[in-house]
């Protein structure tokens, strides 16, 4: 149970491996495609989202295939998780499909009401982006009802990042949705941006919230695993400290963008 990585022990981590490796295949193939299509939608390089989606979407599942097996061998082998990991796929795939689909057409897939068919997409995009973070936060209860195990930095890492990261990242993303409708507070066609990420340097981006919110499902577990081995009886107390941090610093950044301000000004 204390193991960090050892994924051959049940059904539910090998499907959750398998699809990260399908994304990373989507990224070899795709990788030509960005290198030789010039277009772009936005300013942005037409096969940039898919390619950064597939990146994305391979650390969510591998960062879940290692937290699931702080759970029982007997919660991984019932059929709750079963249908987890049956409607986590299923929104993986068709999320990246879509995102894939558009980007050959040279149109956007998110915030795009351009069509009756493009509207529905992205309606039917929402639900996928909900169910993929949901599930997350149904392993942290699961795990946080769990009595037995270990009460290391490690578990607690895992416990705050299954919990807190899915909250931040649907209110931030919610927001985005369903009450600006788009990423920015203000006009950021043409402006500068920061290098590989693409955030605004002009405006007001939601993006660096929602960044610093989901990858808490990352950065937390991972503090507890180190803190485990360096900080001694502190361990717990490192743990959370970087979870106050985490959260005070997306928070900070979502009231940030707000006020119009970006991240790193130009």
Do not use: C
Request: hydrophobic residues 55%.
């Amino acid at each position: 149970m204390t193991d960090l990585w050892t994924p051959a022990r049940d059904e539910t981590a090998r499907a959750w491996l398998a699809l990260a490796g399908f994304m990373v295949a989507i990224m070899v193939v795709l990788t030509p495609a960005a290198l030789y299509d010039g277009r772009t939608v936005g300013d942005v390089a037409v096969w940039s989202k898919p390619l950064k989606f597939a990146l994305s979407i391979a650390v969510h599942f591998i960062t879940l295939a290692v937290l699931v097996q702080l759970l029982s061998p007997e919660t991984r082998a019932g059929r709750r998780m079963a249908r987890l990991v049956a409607f986590s796929i299923a929104a993986a795939v068709f999320e990246i499909g879509y995102i894939a689909f558009q980007a050959a057409r040279g149109r956007p897939s998110h915030f795009n009401f351009g069509t009756p068919f493009e509207t529905g997409m992205y309606a039917l995009m929402g639900i996928g982006a909900v169910t993929l973070t949901v599930i997350p936060f149904i392993l942290g209860v699961m795990l946080v009802r769990q009595a037995d195990g270990p009460r290391s930095a490690y578990r607690l890492g895992a416990e705050l990042g299954l919990l807190v990261a899915p909250i931040l990242t649907l209110v931030i993303a919610g927001y985005m949705s369903g009450v600006v409708y788009g990423r920015w507070v203000g006009d950021a066609t043409g402006g500068a941006t920061v290098p590989v990420l693409g955030w605004s340097r002009t405006v007001g981006d939601f993006r660096p919230p929602h960044f610093v919110a989901l990858h808490l499902l990352q950065l937390l577990p991972l503090t507890g695993w180190l803190a485990d081995r360096l900080a001694g009886g502190r361990a717990r107390t490192v743990v959370w400290v970087v979870a106050a941090l985490g959260v005070a610093l997306s928070i900070a950044l979502f009231v940030q963008t707000l006020a119009g301000r970006p991240v790193w000004p130009a």
